[in-house]
């Protein structure tokens, strides 16, 4: 095994966060590891379609980190992958705690932190043996599912070398350079997954590491992309001394997320601003009471306007995050947010949509609860409803959010931070006016569909099975008129399940174009088509059914194909090594056993 190639895959869904090119800083790591360890990597950030497949279809390995968010993406680009012979490892938050499903679409994947795991399954996969006792891997085993043991230990980061960030192409046109100094996070948020994927305890990396890594920086400005960057408040204090005595460190300015109470400390703030800190990231959550006990933020609403006044008063600017959707939370608690943030004179903000991610406890408990309104992970994105709030329908919860965005981002505010932070805080106001707008506009159709649901209530179970043959006209078509065509239809929790079972001919797929044709309801997000038992009386007809299925993944949400392993899997979305590559408009999943 020479070549790895390693994907962190952005998602095709119009929002905001798809504009920012800064990669999590997983793959660089283990790309880095891989390079001191002699294989030659190759690292890639995009959608699907923007990925350079002439490059990629030269790995021997690739390895794909995903969020909840971008995992369609992930299943896509893993499909396509595997139909042509390219073993794929999974891993990421969302494989972390969703490991059977992610299994379905991979050969491997790692759980949890992957610095002490993914080379060692590397050398196993080099040697040809399964990968039995690395912490945290699954794999497949003569068709069953093996789940190691995870990790018991957490990653000491200070054994971690500092990420090749060089391995991405065009790294050098980044707007802001993510640096790491610790993981973890006491504090446990209901909605967080964070203290699930890296403990509630802090770890940091030693001052002298972290500094080291700046020093590549000269003139740029960096995210450090800790959950809590003063969480330990001297520590904090030691490395931005440094920043500030040291000459050779010499980057433009800083920005972080940090809590409420760092403006508190007179000594930490003018150390933030002494050291370059531009801009900080504060997850405000919310202004309502309730609300803020509930998300268990140990925060009140006196400290976050107390924290927006300090904060100015030193140049700072303040990026607010707000999650809307509480079960507190009305369209009148979301309308006076809206107004806090513009009396409290913050930044920018981002008013985002309570979301359930698998791992927190809320996504434990909406499920128990039946309120989880779709599990169609690329809506899981902050910007989508997909849940059913307590005290107003998913409609307001979707409209009241966007209407929020459109009165903080008004033309008419553009201006209004000016004498506090400057020109930028004008700058980046009238970008995410142009952002917002723009969202709201490719997004028009969702508000549409969320009112459908919404009025349909309950769907009723379509059930169809029946069993298609073709017209005996030649001594050709006889040969391949001996076998039927069966096709079963069904629905469950609003999901279309459709089984085919027998031979697929051209005058078959005509046919069951016929047979589906006002059959799948067009308000269902999900369907799933089993093709395990399908033959193909052609390579043409193989084709034809390909293309079938890509018409129809262009038109519903979301569209999963079960295929048989190997040759079947190839016929339908076997695409040649070619300057571009469209992936196709489904998730396609290959059963070993």
């Not at 699954?138 to 093996?146: F, H, P, Q, R, T």
């Not at 965005?405 to 008419?412: A, C, G, I």
């Not at 039927?484 to 085919?500: A, P």
């Not at 067009?522 to 089993?530: L, M, T």
Request: aromatic share 10%.
């Amino acid at each position: 095994m020479e070549k790895i190639v390693l994907i962190e895959p952005q998602s095709k869904e119009d929002h905001v966060y798809k504009y920012i090119r800064m990669p999590r800083l997983g793959l660089p790591t283990l790309g880095t590891q891989l390079q001191e360890e002699g294989y030659r990597v190759e690292f890639y950030l995009g959608t699907g379609d923007s990925l350079p497949w002439p490059k990629i279809f030269e790995a021997d390995l690739v390895g794909i980190s995903t969020t909840t968010a971008t995992c369609r993406e992930a299943y896509r680009i893993a499909g396509l992958l595997r139909a042509n012979g390219i073993p794929v490892v999974i891993g990421g938050i969302h494989a972390t705690f969703m490991p059977d499903e992610a299994l379905q679409f991979a050969d491997y994947i790692v759980q949890g932190e992957a610095e002490y795991s993914f080379v060692p399954l590397v050398r196993a996969i080099e040697m040809g043996r399964e990968p039995q006792g690395i912490p945290g891997v699954a794999y497949w085993s003569n068709g069953e599912k093996v789940l190691n043991k995870d990790l018991e230990e957490r990653i000491d980061m200070d054994t971690l070398p500092i990420p090749d960030l060089s391995l991405l192409e065009r790294s050098e046109k980044m707007r802001s350079v993510p640096v790491m100094t610790s993981r973890g996070c006491p504090f446990n948020c209901t909605f967080c997954c964070v203290t699930k994927m890296f403990g509630r305890r802090y770890r940091f990396r030693c001052t002298e590491s972290v500094l080291e890594e700046l020093t590549r920086y000269p003139g740029r400005h960096i995210f450090f992309c800790d959950d809590n960057f003063t969480a330990d408040p001297g520590r904090s204090k030691e490395l931005m001394r440094e920043i500030i005595e040291r000459d050779e460190i010499k980057i433009k300015s800083w920005g972080a997320q940090v809590r409420a109470d760092a403006a508190f400390d007179d000594e930490l703030i003018d150390l933030m601003q002494r050291s370059g800190c531009s801009i900080v990231y504060i997850g405000f959550e919310s202004i309502n009471p309730e609300t803020l006990k509930a998300y268990n933020k140990q925060q009140t609403v006196e400290e976050i306007k107390e924290s927006v006044k300090r904060f100015h008063e030193y140049g700072i600017r303040i990026h607010g995050m707000f999650i809307f959707g509480g079960d507190a939370d009305t369209a009148k608690s979301i309308r006076e947010t809206a107004d806090f943030a513009i009396e409290a004179r913050i930044d920018t903000v981002q008013f985002v949509i309570l979301t359930p991610f698998p791992g927190t406890p809320f996504y434990d408990q909406l499920e128990k609860e039946g309120r989880i309104l779709t599990y169609d992970w690329s809506l899981y994105d902050g910007h989508h409803t997909v849940i059913k709030p307590v005290l107003m329908s998913p409609v307001e919860l979707q409209s009241e959010t966007e209407q929020a965005l459109k009165k903080f981002y008004s033309l008419s505010r553009v201006f209004k931070n000016v004498r506090f932070t400057g020109w930028s805080s004008v700058l980046f106001r009238a970008l995410a006016w142009g952002l917002i707008r723009h969202f709201l506009w490719k997004n028009r159709g969702y508000v549409q569909l969320l009112k459908r649901q919404q009025q349909a209530g309950l769907q009723p179970v379509t059930l169809l099975e029946r069993c298609l043959s073709i017209p005996k006209y030649n001594k050709e078509q006889l040969e391949s008129a001996s076998s039927q065509l069966k096709v079963s239809l069904t629905e469950q929790k609003g999901v279309v399940y459709l089984k085919l079972r027998g031979m697929v001919s051209s005058f078959h797929l005509k046919e069951l174009r016929k047979t589906l044709r006002g059959k799948l309801p067009s308000q269902y997000g999900q369907i799933v088509i089993n093709a395990e038992g399908v033959r193909f009386a052609s390579e043409k007809a193989a084709a034809c059914f390909g293309s079938y299925l890509a018409k129809l993944g262009s038109r519903v949400r979301r569209l999963q194909v079960v295929a048989a392993a190997g040759k079947q899997a190839a016929s339908l979305i076997n695409i040649k090594s070619s300057k571009r590559v469209r992936l196709p408009s489904f998730e396609l999943l290959m059963h070993k056993h």
